[in-house]
């Protein structure tokens, strides 16, 4: 998709990647799984840039929705925004969608919330400051 979606007000995309055969459950689908782990992998990275630190871990995924499938040549996009900023962790809300149709038009297939903890040196919650 080229535009951002009118519902995804508010976000920032955090990245893109393509739906290939490696990807698919055995019905064809987008193995939920590997849509997790780009999830924690994209945000990860957007989190580290908030948070000012790259020692960071996963604390929580929240309850993750699957609303729509995820099917082979989609393009996912994975959108965020930070929703709790506490003292060693980082809230972020999650949207996933895809463009389906002609022209592409946003299909949301997937929402979580994802919660991000700074470590120090020694493996010890942390606090954070933001980013550049």
Do not use: H
């Not at 990245?15 to 782990?37: E, H, T």
Request: aromatic residues 8%; contains cysteine.
């Amino acid at each position: 998709m080229t535009n951002k979606p009118e519902e995804l007000k508010g976000y920032q995309l955090a990245g893109r990647k393509i739906v290939m055969y490696p990807d698919l459950n055995f019905a064809g689908r987008l193995f939920g799984g590997q849509l997790m782990s780009w999830i924690d992998e994209v945000l990860a990275a957007a989190a580290m840039n908030l948070m000012g630190t790259k020692n960071i871990v996963t604390k929580k995924f929240g309850e993750i929705v699957f609303d729509a499938p995820g099917l082979l040549g989609d393009v996912v996009e994975i959108w965020y925004r930070p929703v709790k900023e506490g003292v060693t962790s980082l809230s972020m809300d999650c949207r996933v969608v895809v463009g389906r149709g002609e022209p592409p038009m946003p299909e949301q297939i997937s929402s979580s919330t994802v919660v991000y903890v700074a470590l120090d040196d020694e493996g010890i919650p942390s606090p954070w400051s933001k980013g550049d």
